[in-house]
């Protein structure tokens, strides 16, 4: 099977986290979404998305399966899916959820015979939406991953409280707590935890990513690929190649690739006056009111921050932001602004790129004109917002 992830409205309103890829490659559980269709409906994927993403995030020609890729997939909703014959689409309310057809057009999917799919979907509209419902992609995901496998074994130095917990091959830890009886553990293939450390699930670390000595890991916590983690963190996905390792509070938060955070820095994720929390929205170029009380910050991919930063509750930093200094900045950090709560200046691409050639340098990854691509289209499209 063949399918293509396509983007739909909510790429807009996913920014600053989607200007650099496609929505169905966000990750929210342990799997990106564009994983979980896959591993499912044991099928290759590719994406049908923005022309500037297409050079990295490519669609397959071939394929006549296309699927939203702002939906998470479950039971009810996969076989659905499977049912679909050539001519149909499947329609939530007014969401198409996926049509077998000649092309990648909504409108033309509109003219295609309707199915209309009669139980509740998990759509991913808002960058709040992954940390929201990461504990429940979890539970799904570990289900998916662990089906007819047997866990690796841990040291026997570590305190198990509970069984729900699964090690992959080359997962080690020491000295350390699991509480898995609120929810699944999930240790990926060659990720460690290192002494001290107490994690209550639901928790997912990812292949290759480490957690420090003495951190404290709070449920519904997602740690992506090849990442590093320290000091406390409470219901956040980090997506991979990442760091936070230091002492230091993260919270109800999203943080994409690339992205670094300074030793003993912290976000808020409560107003002093328990008010719903307002995130600034791309789509609309002003705060829109999330509904809830607890919103920490959202972190697009090589943003980054240096020791001590303090962020608001509710704070957006773009894409490739660099913030530093003392006192808290302001809640939205435009992509590629240079400062802190003092002022901000434009960060030059030309010196984004030389600190990212670095960065990839020390992963041995190639740093590409494809990433440098994807990275000029967001400086230039994101120029309104730097008028400092």
């Known amino acids: 099977m063949k399918i293509n992830l396509f983007d739909d409205f909510s790429w807009a309103s996913l920014r600053p986290l989607t200007f650099t890829r496609p929505v169905a490659d966000l ?131 570590n305190t198990f409280l509970g069984d729900d917990i699964f090690v992959e091959e080359g997962a080690t830890a020491e000295c350390s ?24 699930g639901s928790f997912a670390l990812c292949q290759g990513s480490s957690v420090k000595m003495g951190a404290k890991i709070y449920p519904n916590t997602t740690i992506g690929p090849f990442s590093r983690v320290g000091g406390e963190i409470n219901n956040a996905v980090i997506w991979g190649y990442s760091s936070k390792g230091h002492e230091g509070y993260l919270g109800n938060a999203v943080l994409g690739q690339w ?13 002093n006056n328990y008010a719903d929390v307002r995130l600034w929205d791309y789509e609309k170029e002003s705060f829109r009111k999330t509904g809830l009380q607890f919103c920490g910050l959202i972190m697009g991919d090589h943003a980054k921050c240096g020791i001590n930063t303090m962020f608001n509750t509710g704070t957006v930093a773009g894409v490739s932001a660099n913030i530093f200094g003392a006192g808290f900045p302001r809640n939205f950090i435009p992509d590629f602004a240079w400062g802190g709560a003092s002022g901000f200046e434009v960060y030059s691409i030309t010196k984004m790129f030389e600190t990212a050639e670095k960065v990839f340098a020390r992963r041995e990854l190639p ?22």
């Not at 509480?179 to 107490?198: A, C, F, M, R, T």
């Not at 992205?259 to 107003?271: E, H, Q, Y």
Request: glycine share 6%.
């Open 27 to 157: 990750r929210i559980g342990i799997l990106t979404i564009a994983e979980k269709w896959a591993k499912n409906l044991n099928a290759d994927f590719g994406f049908a998305t923005q022309d500037y993403l297409s050079a990295k995030y490519a669609s397959i020609t071939q394929a006549n399966f296309f699927i939203n890729g702002s939906i998470c997939p479950d039971e009810g909703l996969l076989s659905a899916v499977s049912k679909l014959s050539g001519g149909e689409v499947l329609l939530k309310d007014d969401v198409v959820i996926a049509y077998l057809g000649e092309k990648y057009d909504l409108i033309y999917a509109r003219t295609l015979k309707p199915i209309n799919y009669p139980n509740p979907i998990l759509k991913i509209n808002y960058p709040e939406d992954i940390f929201t419902h990461n504990g429940s992609e979890i539970r799904k995901d570990f289900a998916l991953l662990t089906k007819g496998k047997t866990s690796a074994s841990l040291s026997s130095t």
């Open 259 to 271: 992205c670094n955070i300074g030793a003993d820095s912290n976000n808020s994720n409560l107003k």
């Open 367 to 388: 740093f590409d004109n494809i990433e440098k691509e994807i990275l000029k289209a967001v400086f230039d499209s994101t120029q309104q917002h730097r008028r400092f």
């Open 177 to 200: 707590i699991f509480n898995s009886k609120q929810g699944p553990i999930y240790l990926g293939k060659d990720s460690q935890v290192w002494e001290g450390s107490i994690i209550r």
